[in-house]
């Protein structure tokens, strides 16, 4: 059963440009939404989280953007840079009386071409 | 401030063979996770910690085993390697307040032949 369905799987765009990433999710008892950006070699790393009571967060470059009646939310890069590439995943998350566990998405790959 | 410290980095294994992977953190934080990453198919939990001497089973427990004896230390065993868990696996931690991230290390890359 798949918790948050992630799309593209992959996503090439040029310097400057938005690339853009969506995750759609079924439960509606999740209660926090991180991405996280992995570069290789490396471990995820916390970029942005929003939670439910908002329809958009923004920390410099990066917007989410979240639907809460389409159960969708979005990852938006505002003036993406080639040092933006990595592989992001979004993420869902249950409550306290599930320790608070993360579901990931499957990822997208992003390239940045300068 | 080393964060998560994983190791091995790398190992590479026959069938049937066990081994532990140790993953250490040093931020006091309580709460420890264990996952394995796959082409495809993101990150998924196999076993997680709210605290020491507790452990609990996620997603994908099946073939795994783990141990929390020490809060700094969360130790992920394979009784019998299989092929199907070759993968990269890695551990996160994470402090019990409200919203706090997972902080996670840098994986171990396990090949099972």
């Known amino acids: 059963q798949q918790q948050v369905k992630q799309s593209p799987q992959s996503l090439i765009v040029q310097k400057g440009g938005i690339p853009i990433i969506n995750c759609a999710y079924e439960n509606t008892a999740f209660d926090y939404f991180p991405w996280y950006q992995q570069f290789p070699g490396k471990g995820p790393a916390l970029l942005i989280a929003i939670r439910p009571d908002v329809s958009e967060k923004k920390e410099g470059r990066f917007t989410i953007s979240f639907n809460k009646s389409a159960k969708q939310f979005s990852l938006h890069i505002m003036d993406s840079q080639p040092g933006d590439s990595a592989t992001y995943f979004c993420a869902v998350r249950r409550g306290l009386l599930s320790a608070r566990q993360l579901t990931f998405g499957s990822g997208t790959q992003l390239t940045v071409l300068p | 401030n080393a964060g998560v410290t994983q190791t091995p980095k790398f190992r590479v294994l026959k069938t049937g063979q066990s081994m532990t992977l140790l993953c250490a953190q040093d931020?006091?934080?309580?709460?420890m996770y264990w996952y394995r990453q796959d082409p495809g198919m993101g990150l998924r939990l196999i076993h997680y910690s709210v605290g020491e001497g507790t452990t609990a089973k996620g997603e994908v427990p099946d073939g795994y085993n783990v141990s929390r004896l020490k809060k700094q230390n969360f130790l992920l065993g394979l009784e019998s390697a299989a092929p199907s868990q070759t993968s990269v696996y890695f551990c996160?931690?994470?402090?019990?307040?409200?919203?706090?991230?997972?902080?996670f290390g840098d994986g171990t890359r396990l090949s099972i032949l």
């Open positions: 931020m006091n934080h309580e709460y």
């Open positions: 996160a931690s994470r402090e019990d307040r409200t919203n706090q991230p997972q902080h």
